[in-house]
């Protein structure tokens, strides 16, 4: 991690920081990332560049684990540029990463109101009850209410169980043909970030800062919330 404390880089701009070989650099940066530590930056450019996740995000992720973060912030805190504000394209992978993804927009998507297309069942599963239940909790204490759109029909088990706390959870939901609309993967958008998830086979997620295609998604949202209105 110290090759990253300072700015972004290419392997082969870590591998001579950290002068070793190219090669020994994959195992430790594959495993970095799988935990969440360090985003892939995707751009234009030919060659993918690596950055280390701000220390503000690591608490919550090393409360989870019971890791002490007094050591793991103070290694990662020296030098780590801020966001230069330009359109910012994050990736992550692996549970670790999808964890980091969705705890960073819970932190930075600054709106009151999160237009979503989402199926429940893949997340919960995923996350398991707990996770699923504490997080929408603290988006529930931030005031953030859901406009959520799933696939379902209304007498599944499981839908009754979401409509019933429907209104405690901030939840404003529209259920839409699971033949018309397959929705497998989660894709939220809150203010000017958006948020893509999927956790089948290879898990991974996408955070993307982005003022266009933030407005193009709600406007799509809309399209979908407005055609299936009672």
Known sequence: MA????????????AERAAIPRTAVYP????????????????????????????????????????DLKDIIGRFSQGISNDSGEMRVQY????GGVETAVEIFLSEAKSKVW?????????E?????????????RRVAKGIRCRVVIPSREHTPWMKQIMAVAEEK???IRIVSPEL???????????????AVSVQQRPFAIIVKNVPLARTLKSLHDMVWDRFAA
């Open 3 to 14: 090759a990253l404390d300072e700015m972004d880089g290419t392997v082969s701009d870590l």
């Open 28 to 67: 430790p940066l594959k495993a970095l990332i799988a935990k969440g530590f360090i985003t892939a930056l995707k751009s234009h450019r030919k060659h993918t560049r690596y950055r280390a996740i701000e220390p503000k995000y690591l608490e919550h992720i090393f409360e989870r684990r019971r890791v």
């Open 92 to 95: 992550f992978e692996g549970r």
């Open 115 to 123: 237009k979503t297309f989402e199926n429940p069942a893949y997340a």
């Open 125 to 137: 599963y995923f996350f398991g009850s707990r996770y699923f239940e504490d997080y929408v909790d």
């Open 170 to 172: 901030l939840l404003d």
């Open 181 to 195: 609309y397959p929705i497998e993967a989660t894709i939220a958008v809150g203010g000017d970030w958006i948020l």
